[in-house]
């Protein structure tokens, strides 16, 4: 088998969560999704409170924990609330799993058949950077979008604004970027895109390397970011220090009208990272003519990078949790097709004054 096609997509993304009710309501009150299921002690799941929330392709699960002695408790506590799983569709689990043995760098669980009122559902978990998984999931005998343990929820939900799951980006300790790199690649039969070196992107202070993969014509990229060398902490170790291990930093979502998007957001209380002023003046000069009205851009602290494809637009929000770890990035794509290299230093100058306010810089 080639293994062109034994990943389909992200299925979807599960976080563990202090509190499952507002982590789901806080995605359909700001981020415009759908709460779509629901999974708890009501439908025979006693150890813990499940919300599956959909926006365009997006599905997002948020699981929280009823007792102390939970592995859900345990995971929130020493990491805070973050993802745990990104769970990736495949068409046929056995060949997957043999793919994968094959190739004897990364090692699948065995099959785990979960039967319900659809069907069997068909998983395998493999690890991947920290305490983080990509289970793999095979519908090919279960009639529903719904996981086994949900049931359907009509919610208001809030109005549809992203569509897509653009990258998932995961933070490493030094030195194992390369490493996990080499795991996609040759483990998983992704292919590296682009890098960049710290050269790239560091500030005066801080500074981070990246690397990216991606697998079935960018169905799936994940970038990979270490901490590198800086005159003060690197934002990249600020994460890894709260998270206590390396994990998921950021989830950008793609939109076809950020501007619409972003002010959305912002109306809903969204906090986003703050762009200087000066970082709008000659824009022109530096990514050429673009669709959008600058002084809009300006307004909603909008950035703007272009690469030999086209031109993108993307904004970072705050973290969305207590702990500086995990945020997430909106981002529009006009053809451009990288990940706003451009934009490394505005947004990392951004990011450090953040930091700085927590004392951590
Ligand atoms: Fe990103």
Do not use: C
């Amino acid at each position: 088998m080639t293994g062109s096609n034994v990943f389909e997509k992200i299925d979807h993304i599960e976080f563990y969560v202090g509190s499952a009710k507002h982590w789901a309501y806080f995605h359909q009150k700001a981020l415009g999704f759908n709460i779509i299921g629901y999974s708890g002690p009501e439908t025979g799941v006693r150890d813990r409170i499940s919300y599956l929330l959909k926006q365009g392709d997006v599905r997002l699960i948020f699981t929280g924990f009823l007792s102390r002695t939970s592995e859900i408790s345990r995971h929130v506590e020493m990491h805070g609330d973050g993802v745990k799983d990104i769970t990736l569709k495949v068409p046929d689990i056995n060949e997957t799993i043999s793919f994968i043995r094959e190739r004897g760098v990364a090692s699948p669980s065995s099959i785990r058949t979960e039967k319900g009122d659809y069907g069997s559902l068909k998983k395998s978990v493999v690890p991947t950077y920290g305490e983080t998984a990509h289970t793999l999931v095979d519908y090919s005998e279960w009639e529903s979008d719904l996981p086994p343990g949900f049931i359907s929820v009509e919610s208001e939900g809030g109005k549809e604004s992203v569509q897509k799951i653009d990258h998932v980006v995961g933070n490493v300790e030094e030195n194992r970027m390369d490493p996990w790199v080499d795991y996609y690649v040759r483990g998983l039969g992704f292919r590296q895109l682009i890098s960049f070196d710290d050269k790239d992107i560091s500030t005066q202070y801080s500074a981070l390397k990246s690397k990216v993969v991606e697998y079935g014509n960018r169905k799936i990229i994940f970038p990979i970011n270490e901490p590198a060398l800086g005159l003060k902490k690197s934002q990249i170790q600020e994460y890894l220090d709260y998270y206590e291990s390396p994990g998921v930093q950021h989830i950008a979502l793609s939109t076809d009208d950020i501007v619409n998007t972003v002010r959305k957001m912002k109306e809903n209380g969204v906090r986003f990272l703050e762009t200087p002023a000066s970082y709008y003046e000659n824009i022109e000069d530096r990514v050429g003519k673009i669709d959008e009205d600058i002084d809009v851009l300006r307004e909603l602290n909008i950035l703007v990078d272009r690469d030999d494809d086209g031109y993108l637009l993307q904004i970072f929000t705050q973290p969305i949790g207590d702990r500086p770890t995990f945020f997430y990035e909106i981002i529009q794509r006009k053809g451009a097709t990288s990940f706003g290299k451009g934009n490394f230093k505005a947004l990392f100058e951004s990011i450090e004054r953040e930091q700085a306010k927590r004392g951590n810089l």
